[in-house]
């Protein structure tokens, strides 16, 4: 399974992303940014939504835990102030946005996509192919994280410091991921569940894709 994930990661670089690459070569700006990631507000805000809902459809107390921690630490582990919807508040107002701008800002197309798809495979997919689709988003999230920490201090827009919610989402990340692979890898086994498997990760890695090209 991980030479799967791994080949189709390889097979979609990040930093080759049209959104992305704007951003490491420098000819995105600082505006143009800032408007790109309060639309990404939303996205945040309602990551864990399709996780509640696969935990349900989870038997066993072992694997609704796995989602669960997750879940608890999008809500700041209850500390209001931590929750990832907040941090990223925080990072925004750093960045330079004003409250009322992504308070009041309406939602991107690519943003309502990208929530629609989360929930409608949560929804009606198989549990095994959302827990894949689920697992490469966290995994892409952290290369993303990565990559905008990087482009934030190469242009000198704000100071680390001020990168909580990204510098969090670098190391974080890469253990949910590998929370939902666990809870999926003996599904590869199996051929049937297997095709599942693949049917996430595809949808996932495309969905968190387009999610930031379809910004542009």
Known sequence: MEKYISSL??????????????????????????????????????????????????ETYEERIVLLKNILDEHGNCVIEKTHGNTYKQYLTQLGAKEKDFMLKKQHPSVVTYNKTLMNCAENESTITSLAMMGIIESR???????????????????????????????????????????????????????????GLLLGNSTIINLYNNLL
């Open 141 to 199: 999230y952290s290369t993303i994280s990565t990559i905008i920490v990087q482009s934030i201090l190469n242009n000198g827009w704000i100071d680390k410091e001020s990168l909580a919610h990204y510098s969090t989402h670098e190391d974080l990340d890469i253990e949910h991921a590998k929370g939902f692979y666990d809870l999926i890898r003996k599904g590869w086994e199996n051929s049937f569940s297997k095709n599942q498997i693949k049917k």
């Open 9 to 58: 990661i390889e097979k979609t670089p990040m930093r080759e992303q049209p959104y992305f690459q704007r951003l490491l070569n420098k000819t995105m700006n600082k505006n143009q940014f800032i408007e790109t990631q309060v639309y990404i507000l939303r996205a945040v805000e309602e990551f864990s939504r399709p996780m509640f809902l696969i935990s349900s459809k989870l």
